[in-house]
């Protein structure tokens, strides 16, 4: 049964796959467990399976030194801080952010993503002529696509290796989509350094 599910979650978290799987899935464990729903609180066993879900879609590793790192733009910022920090440590080279006005940033910022994104990365050190931005992006497929073209146009720009850093739910999802949309790079990805209790904040919160 453990071996049957795995293969369930493996197909359903492929990159074409993801927006749907997480629906499919939820509703999927929740059918399963309705027999114990009996017993437990409909507030608990909602939280008890969006943690089974954080574990399986959190998928970060210990980060390397890439050619470059590729920030993907969210209403998170403590993404762009991690990235910064990672950058200062020497683990890339150029620090990229994507990201044009999202569904929740559009009634946020007054600025795209990216470019928010790279405001805080410059304030917390990372040097200007380090940071590209790409700043129409509006989705993950999209971010790789737009940067893979801006980069492969460029001369000055390594990219054999490179470094993803999102939100922590994001890394098994952007991994997949980024082997998919840009191949040639061996991708590894880094998040800010929360788990599911202590991710929600009086900015990001549960809800959200």
């Known amino acids: 049964m453990a071996a049957r599910r795995s293969r ?14 997480i629906r499919f899935f939820f509703t999927k464990t929740l059918n399963s467990n309705r027999m114990s ?34 920030v993907l733009g969210s209403h998170d910022t403590r993404v762009a801080e991690r990235a910064a920090e990672l950058f200062n440590q020497g683990l890339a080279h150029w620090f990229i952010a994507s990201g044009g006005y999202g569904k929740v940033t559009k009634d946020l910022w007054h600025v795209p993503e990216a470019i928010r ?15 590209i931005i790409e700043p129409t992006a509006t ?10 073209d801006l980069v492969e146009m460029s001369s000055s720009i390594p990219h054999q290796t490179g470094l993803l850093v999102t939100k922590p739910y994001m890394t098994r999802r952007s991994l ?13 990805a880094a998040a800010p350094q929360h788990g599911y209790d202590d991710y929600p904040d009086d900015f990001v919160p549960k809800s959200r």
């Not at 609180?41 to 790192?69: C, G, K, Q």
């Open 8 to 21: 369930q979650i493996s197909h359903l978290c492929r990159p074409t796959n993801v927006g749907f799987s």
């Open 117 to 131: 994104f790279a405001d805080i990365a410059e304030q917390l050190g990372v040097p200007r002529n380090r940071i």
């Open 37 to 70: 729903s009996l017993r437990t609180p409909h507030s608990e066993l909602i939280d008890n399976n969006a943690r089974v879900l954080w574990d399986y879609l959190t998928d970060v590793s210990a980060p390397r030194v890439s050619d470059f790192m590729l």
């Open 176 to 188: 997949a989509a980024a082997r998919k949309q840009w191949s040639s790079v061996q991708w590894a």
């Open 139 to 148: 989705n993950t497929g999209d971010n790789i696509a737009r940067v893979r």
